[in-house]
């Protein structure tokens, strides 16, 4: 930084702190130093510069050094605001040239602090982000460029900031975010200059996006410009990887949200190609997933799951006759029940995976029946999926299924009988106390007292305190103690071995730190809810002990488990879910009955039926009486800031 500009940003500095004690007489219009007619002269100096316009002509003649010099001294002279931002502005253009972008963004920020809305506020950010830019410092380059897009209203500037995006992400190597700013071009430009920015667009969709920047660009624009471009690159993408299973799912999205399109008459006729290969096989498996919308992580970790469920039944148990026939749940021309019943009809698949909601399972009622084809959801969390039908089943981790499994383990293994519990009062919250309630009553234990809360609640002293009245009024005790300045304090001892906690992590982490405050130091026990790392940024108060239980565990030093985890991040580069895990199970234990000999979907259904040895990551497992799959479930305790198996 130059000294000059060195002293000028001080004594601006010192000024502004002398004129600030000034300001409301000033703005009163009193002067009793300058008389009355220094205002009036004020507004005129302010409205002319000669100073100003030779630094300007200067600039424009190439001498950045002799404008440089001119502006310091204007600035030197302590001119009115409306010059001031000028002589800033062309003083950081000025140094620019010069080549000290260093000195040129430290004035740019001066004139960004001492002026954030005024009509130099959006030039100073475009200089600013073309000196990050030519520093190749991207992204405060483009945080500058966004902030500019937020106050711009002149079409033209628009237009140049949206240009300088496209060229800055790309640079920034986010094609995909260069794709967004043309199209935000697009909205200014005449038809002409449309045409031209949607050539551009398209080089970029086809050339430079990868599949999840297709995929986010397919959700942004499912059924308009540039959506069908994005997806059709998705069907290329899919067809040149052999991956027909996410071709012939794409294809069919794109018939749907594009039936007019030029493409679509390529895209039926391969579709049909698709097709027929999937009726080539011996027995058709279907899978029936959301695949956009809120729920489409979900479909997409579920589809993932089946998928390396056949591949690896193919590697290991040579089942190379099993094709699968991937049905979108949300994008739907009539009701889910006829549309599904269209896909049974046109493939007949000896068993379907799927739905994942249990609104879904029950509009689709006692389909499956009729049908004679077993459908296995992987998530929903329905208590008996078999009131719809003897056909449903369900891999999912009900809260039955869990409570089952922490009663189990809290009075068999740790000799715990007396239970309190806090739960959120929530779907969730209140079934997962009933069913935790069931179990303990059911295996001989008690339950000292269930409280709810809000969701939002922070403070549960309330029901902390009902809890110690139950308490104290059955098993829990107090006694007296000397405090170490001998004064008498009641010390309350709890009656109860453990509190079962259903709540979120952040639940978890206040209620841990109030459960002390009360003197109730018991282990406490949870649901999957837990399973966050998120728990440990939240938690205030030690959590070390307590216990929950989860359906998935990828840290488990179980072969299977880890074979699992390390095939899907290979084939997907992503970490598996609780969704895949559940789908991978659901999908390995139909292909362990065609191994067994199934033909048909009476044939599955007979197998899943009976069978005790099914074949989960965990371990054999075997469908309840409501169709819920009685799993090894893992019970993971809270260790130094992580999660350990007891199991």
């Given at each position: 930084?130059?000294?000059?500009l060195?002293?000028?940003?001080?004594?601006?500095?010192?000024?502004?702190?002398?004129?600030?004690?000034?300001?409301?007489?000033?703005?009163?219009?009193?002067?009793?130093f300058?008389?009355?007619?220094?205002?009036?002269?004020?507004?005129?100096?302010?409205?002319?510069s000669?100073?100003?316009?030779?630094?300007?002509?200067?600039?424009?003649?190439g001498?950045?050094?002799?404008?440089?010099?001119?502006?310091?001294?204007?600035?030197?002279?302590?001119?009115?605001?409306?010059?001031?931002?000028?002589?800033?502005?062309?003083?950081?253009?000025?140094?620019?040239?010069d080549?000290?972008?260093?000195?040129?963004?430290?004035?740019?920020?001066?004139?960004?602090?001492?002026?954030?809305?005024?009509?130099?506020?959006?030039?100073?950010?475009?200089?600013?982000?073309?000196?990050?830019?030519?520093?190749?410092?991207?992204?405060?380059?483009?945080?500058?460029?966004?902030?500019?897009?937020?106050?711009?209203?002149?079409?033209?500037?628009?237009?140049?900031?949206?240009?300088?995006?496209?060229?800055?992400?790309?640079?920034?190597?986010?094609?995909?975010?260069?794709?967004?700013?043309?199209?935000?071009?697009?909205?200014?430009?005449?038809?002409?200059?449309?045409?031209?920015?949607?050539?551009?667009?398209?080089?970029?969709?086809l050339?430079?996006?990868?599949?999840?920047?297709?995929?986010?660009?397919?959700?942004?624009?499912?059924?308009?410009?540039?959506?069908?471009i994005?997806?059709?690159?998705?069907?290329?993408?899919?067809?040149?990887?052999?991956?027909?299973?996410?071709?012939?799912?794409?294809?069919?999205?794109?018939?749907?949200?594009?039936?007019?399109?030029?493409?679509?008459?390529?895209?039926?006729?391969?579709?049909?190609?698709?097709?027929?290969?999937?009726?080539f096989?011996?027995?058709?498996?279907?899978?029936?997933?959301?695949?956009?919308?809120?729920?489409?992580?979900?479909?997409?970790?579920?589809?993932?799951?089946?998928?390396?469920?056949?591949?690896?039944?193919?590697?290991?148990?040579?089942l190379?006759?099993?094709?699968?026939?991937?049905?979108?749940?949300?994008?739907?021309?009539?009701?889910?029940?006829?549309?599904?019943?269209?896909?049974?009809?046109?493939f007949?698949?000896?068993?379907?995976?799927?739905?994942?909601?249990?609104?879904?399972?029950?509009?689709?009622?006692?389909?499956?029946?009729?049908?004679a084809?077993?459908?296995?959801?992987?998530?929903?969390?329905?208590?008996?999926?078999?009131?719809f039908?003897?056909?449903?089943?369900?891999?999912?981790?009900?809260?039955?299924?869990?409570?089952?499994?922490?009663?189990?383990?809290?009075?068999?293994?740790?000799?715990?009988?007396?239970?309190?519990?806090?739960?959120?009062?929530?779907?969730?919250?209140?079934?997962?106390?009933?069913?935790?309630?069931?179990?303990?009553?059911?295996?001989?234990?008690?339950?000292?007292?269930?409280?709810?809360?809000?969701?939002?609640?922070?403070?549960?002293?309330?029901?902390?305190?009902?809890?110690?009245?139950k308490?104290?009024?059955?098993?829990?005790?107090?006694?007296?103690?000397?405090?170490?300045?001998?004064?008498?304090?009641?010390?309350?001892?709890?009656?109860?071995?453990?509190?079962?906690?259903?709540?979120?992590?952040?639940?978890?982490?206040?209620?841990?730190?109030?459960?002390?405050?009360?003197?109730?130091?018991?282990?406490?026990?949870?649901?999957?809810?837990?399973?966050?790392?998120?728990?440990?940024?939240?938690?205030?108060?030690?959590?070390?002990?307590?216990?929950?239980?989860?359906?998935?565990?990828?840290?488990?030093?179980?072969?299977?488990?880890?074979?699992?985890?390390?095939?899907?991040r290979?084939?997907?580069?992503?970490?598996?879910?609780?969704?895949?895990?559940?789908?991978?199970?659901?999908?390995?234990?139909?292909?362990?009955?065609?191994?067994?000999?199934?033909?048909?979907?009476?044939?599955?259904?007979?197998?899943?039926?009976?069978?005790?040895?099914?074949p989960?990551?965990?371990?054999?497992?075997?469908?309840?009486?409501?169709?819920i799959?009685?799993?090894?479930?893992?019970?993971?305790?809270?260790?130094?800031?992580?999660?350990?198996?007891?199991?």
């Amino acid at each position: 930084m130059t000294a000059v500009l060195l002293k000028y940003l001080l004594l601006r500095a010192l000024l502004c702190l002398i004129l600030g004690s000034l300001g409301s007489l000033l703005d009163q219009g009193w002067w009793p130093f300058m008389g009355g007619g220094t205002n009036l002269a004020f507004a005129q100096q302010a409205s002319t510069s000669p100073l100003l316009e030779r630094a300007r002509l200067e600039l424009e003649a190439g001498n950045p050094a002799a404008a440089i010099t001119i502006l310091e001294q204007l600035i030197d002279s302590f001119p009115p605001p409306e010059i001031l931002e000028e002589a800033y502005l062309l003083q950081a253009t000025a140094l620019k040239h010069d080549h000290q972008p260093t000195d040129a963004l430290t004035v740019l920020k001066q004139l960004l602090e001492e002026f954030p809305f005024s009509r130099s506020t959006n030039p100073a950010r475009v200089l600013m982000a073309e000196l990050y830019i030519e520093s190749q410092d991207y992204q405060p380059a483009l945080d500058q460029l966004y902030q500019a897009l937020d106050y711009a209203t002149d079409l033209v500037l628009r237009r140049s900031i949206f240009q300088l995006i496209r060229q800055t992400e790309l640079a920034n190597h986010n094609p995909l975010g260069a794709v967004k700013a043309v199209l935000n071009e697009m909205g200014l430009a005449d038809q002409t200059e449309r045409l031209e920015l949607e050539g551009i667009a398209q080089s970029l969709v086809l050339q430079q996006l990868d599949e999840p920047a297709l995929q986010e660009l397919v959700e942004g624009y499912a059924s308009r410009y540039p959506g069908d471009i994005a997806t059709i690159r998705l069907i290329e993408l899919h067809t040149a990887h052999g991956d027909e299973v996410l071709a012939e799912r794409d294809i069919r999205g794109f018939l749907k949200r594009f039936p007019t399109h030029p493409y679509a008459q390529t895209a039926m006729a391969l579709l049909q190609s698709f097709i027929s290969k999937i009726k080539f096989h011996t027995h058709i498996v279907a899978a029936a997933l959301p695949f956009s919308g809120p729920m489409k992580p979900y479909g997409t970790d579920s589809l993932n799951g089946i998928r390396l469920a056949l591949e690896i039944a193919k590697e290991q148990w040579g089942l190379t006759s099993v094709g699968l026939v991937v049905k979108d749940t949300t994008t739907l021309t009539a009701p889910l029940r006829v549309e599904i019943q269209q896909m049974l009809d046109e493939f007949r698949p000896i068993a379907v995976v799927g739905p994942l909601l249990s609104r879904e399972i029950q509009e689709l009622g006692r389909l499956p029946d009729e049908n004679a084809i077993p459908f296995v959801t992987p998530s929903s969390t329905l208590l008996n999926v078999r009131q719809f039908g003897s056909f449903w089943f369900s891999t999912a981790m009900t809260s039955s299924v869990q409570a089952k499994r922490l009663v189990e383990y809290a009075i068999l293994k740790l000799g715990y009988h007396r239970f309190g519990i806090i739960y959120p009062q929530t779907a969730y919250g209140r079934e997962m106390a009933d069913m935790f309630a069931k179990e303990v009553l059911h295996s001989g234990g008690e339950i000292i007292a269930s409280e709810g809360y809000a969701d939002d609640q922070t403070d549960i002293g309330e029901q902390l305190r009902h809890l110690k009245e139950k308490d104290l009024a059955t098993y829990g005790t107090t006694s007296n103690e000397k405090t170490r300045t001998g004064e008498d304090r009641a010390v309350y001892t709890p009656g109860f071995d453990a509190v079962f906690v259903p709540g979120q992590p952040v639940h978890l982490a206040l209620i841990a730190a109030q459960l002390a405050f009360y003197d109730m130091n018991v282990p406490i026990l949870g649901g999957n809810s837990w399973h966050n790392p998120e728990l440990f940024r939240w938690a205030k108060h030690d959590l070390d002990g307590h216990i929950f239980v989860d359906g998935f565990f990828p840290n488990s030093p179980d072969p299977n488990i880890q074979m699992f985890v390390q095939r899907y991040r290979s084939q997907f580069q992503k970490e598996p879910s609780l969704f895949a895990f559940q789908a991978y199970d659901a999908a390995t234990m139909v292909m362990e009955t065609i191994r067994q000999g199934a033909q048909s979907g009476q044939g599955i259904w007979d197998q899943l039926v009976r069978r005790s040895d099914l074949p989960a990551l965990s371990g054999f497992a075997s469908f309840s009486s409501a169709g819920i799959l009685n799993r090894r479930l893992y019970l993971l305790q809270v260790k130094n800031k992580t999660f350990t198996q007891l199991n």
